[in-house]
């Protein structure tokens, strides 16, 4: 098993290099992405929230376009309305510019601006490595018979774990003890929106009264 994932783990690394030479000359990434009804609804979201923290991030990456120097690397990543801002600028006056222009985006409830200014950004290597600890943390969680996986979202920055999504306080107590454990963390940062137990079960309760929905792709 831990020679499986070893192979996996590297396989993962490897892409995320490739990717990061391709679209080195694109410095503002979002966190969305393509997902199934099944992981929209595992992840705690309505489906139309889902969409719509797709939207928030590609409206941000759109408007701090201008902002973001070439050299410069902003992630942009939106859960339930809650912007997470990670990567590297040149100044502090540039961070906080991207902060203002992100909470001022439609929708946008709150900003958390984890930035960093630094002299020099960082290499292609040390952001595979971010990659690989993604990685692992993830298939740690994965791994943990407590905790549901899909509802935990994972971004690493410069060894740097940030953690989200909507939890319950035991369960993002334990999220963060089992990051801490992964090899390479330097710090892990709790982005959660934490409920109770029984806001958990109403939840589940909408969820399991929601409609199924189709995915069109494999109706084809």
Known sequence: MKEQWRRTGWAVVAAATLMG?????????????????????????????????????????????????????????????LVLLTGEVRSAAVKAEIERTVAGVENVRSVVNEL?????????????KDTFITSKVKASILDAKDLQANTI??????????????????????AAEIARGVNDVRKVVRVFENVSEEELASYRTRQDQAPVEQDPAAQN
Do not use: H, W
């Open 21 to 81: 030479g391709l679209t080195a000359c694109v410095p503002l990434l979002v966190g969305g992405g393509a997902v199934t009804t099944a992981l929209v609804a595992s992840d705690r979201r309505t489906s139309g929230m889902y969409l719509e923290d797709t939207r928030i991030e590609q409206a941000a990456a759109s408007q701090i376009r201008s902002v973001v120097k070439q050299d410069e690397r902003v992630s942009v990543t939106s859960f339930n309305r």
């Open 116 to 128: 960093e200014v630094v002299p020099f950004i960082s290499s292609i290597t040390q952001r595979s």
């Open 153 to 174: 979202k994972v971004v690493t920055e410069m060894n740097v774990v940030y953690l989200m999504g909507i939890v319950t306080p035991r369960e993002a107590k334990r």
